[in-house]
T-cell receptor, first 112, second 115 residues
Framework: NAGVTQTPKFQVLKTGQSMTLQCAQDMNHEYMSWYRQDPGMGLRLIHY???????DQGEVPNGYNVSRSTTEDFPLRLLSAAPSQTSVYFC???????????FGPGTRLTVL | AQKVTQAQTEISVVEKEDVTLDCVYE???????LFWYKQPPSGELVFLIR??????QNEISGRYSWNFQKSTSSFNFTITASQVVDSAVYFC????????????FGKGMKLTVNP
C-alpha cells in the first residue's frame, strides 16, 4: 500500500491564482481530512469528510473548497490564493471515526 | 471546547538522558482520544500512540512510555535513554466523541538530542 499520497510536494503561486492540492489513499479509509501547519501553531483542521459525498468544515475553512466523489480521493481547492495561505498542507485518512489519522507527506505552498 | 497545551516549546538534552514531554488537555466529553505524533526534520507526521479516555494504564513501547492521568488531564510522554534519532517535533492531540472528526493539536515541542 502506498498509504496517503499528496501532490505536488512544493508549489509557488501568485496572489489570486487558483490550484488544487491532490490527496489520495489506497487503504479504503472512510475518513479523510486536510490540515495546515504554520510555525508555532501546530496543525489546524481545514475540512474533513466522513465518506464519499460528505464533507464538512473544520477550524479554518475560509478560502478553501473540498469535494469527495470517491473514497480514495479528497482534493483541496484554493479558489484565489492569498499570502496568508502560505503553509504546509497535510492530508490524513482514518479507518474509523475518531481513529488514528495517518498523514501524507505534505505539500509546501508559498503564495507570493 | 477542546484544547491541548504543550507548555514546553523546545528542549535540548544530551544523548542517553531521559526526557519527558508534557501534554495537558481540556475537554467536556467523557469519551475522548489522545494521540502523540512525531515530526522528524524530514517533515512527515509519524503516529506514535492512541489512547482512549477509559484506559488509564500506562504504556511502554521500547524506550517510549506514556503516562495518562485523568485526574490532572495530562498525557505525558517519556523517552528513556534518548538518542539523536529522537530529535523531532512532538505533537500531542485530542479528539472528542462529540467533536466530529476534529483532531486538535497542541503547538508542538521541539526536542533536540545532542551527541
Amino acid at each position: 500500500n502506498a498509504g496517503v499520497t499528496q501532490t505536488p510536494k512544493f508549489q509557488v503561486l501568485k496572489t489570486g491564482q487558483s490550484m488544487t492540492l491532490q490527496c489520495a489513499q489506497d487503504m479504503n479509509h472512510e475518513y479523510m481530512s486536510w490540515y495546515r501547519q504554520d510555525p508555532g501553531m501546530g496543525l489546524r483542521l481545514i475540512h474533513y469528510s466522513v465518506g464519499a459525498g460528505i464533507t464538512d468544515q473544520g477550524e479554518v475553512p475560509n478560502g478553501y473548497n473540498v469535494s469527495r466523489s470517491t473514497t480514495e480521493d479528497f482534493p483541496l481547492r484554493l479558489l484565489s490564493a492569498a499570502p496568508s495561505q502560505t503553509s504546509v498542507y497535510f492530508c490524513a485518512s482514518s479507518p474509523l471515526r475518531l481513529g488514528t489519522q495517518y498523514f501524507g507527506p505534505g505539500t509546501r505552498l508559498t503564495v507570493l | 471546547a477542546q484544547k491541548v497545551t504543550q507548555a514546553q516549546t523546545e528542549i535540548s538534552v544530551v544523548e542517553k538522558e531521559d526526557v519527558t514531554l508534557d501534554c495537558v488537555y481540556e475537554t467536556r466529553d467523557t469519551t475522548y482520544y489522545l494521540f502523540w505524533y512525531k515530526q522528524p526534520p524530514s517533515g512527515e507526521l509519524v503516529f506514535l500512540i492512541r489512547r482512549n479516555s477509559f484506559d488509564e494504564q500506562n504504556e511502554i513501547s521500547g524506550r517510549y512510555s506514556w503516562n495518562f492521568q485523568k485526574s490532572t488531564s495530562s498525557f505525558n510522554f517519556t523517552i528513556t535513554a534518548s538518542q539523536v534519532v529522537d530529535s523531532a517535533v512532538y505533537f500531542c492531540a485530542l479528539s472528542e466523541e462529540g467533536g466530529s472528526e476534529k483532531l486538535v493539536f497542541g503547538k508542538g515541542m521541539k526536542l533536540t538530542v545532542n551527541p
